[in-house]
């Protein structure tokens, strides 16, 4: 995943707020296949980014971070880099 996938996944997903995103819908919001996005969040979760899911209907995740928790994530990786 490049920085710039990563940064735009990160924004979708604050964008989305409290309520979270699908993968569908954050595919759409990114112009991006369904397999790009499962593929990012995959990335992210291996990098320590602090991702939320919560199962709903029919297997399908709702994605969400919080915005202290990123925050807290760009800051140690900041200091790694």
Known sequence: MTVEM????????RRAGRDGAT???????LGVSLKTVRRSIEEMAEL????LYEEVEHNAKVYSLRSRDIIDWIHRMSKEG
């Open 48 to 51: 320590g980014v602090p991702l």
């Open 6 to 13: 990563l940064i735009q996944m990160i924004a979708a997903l």
């Open 23 to 29: 993968v569908k819908s954050l595919s759409e919001s």
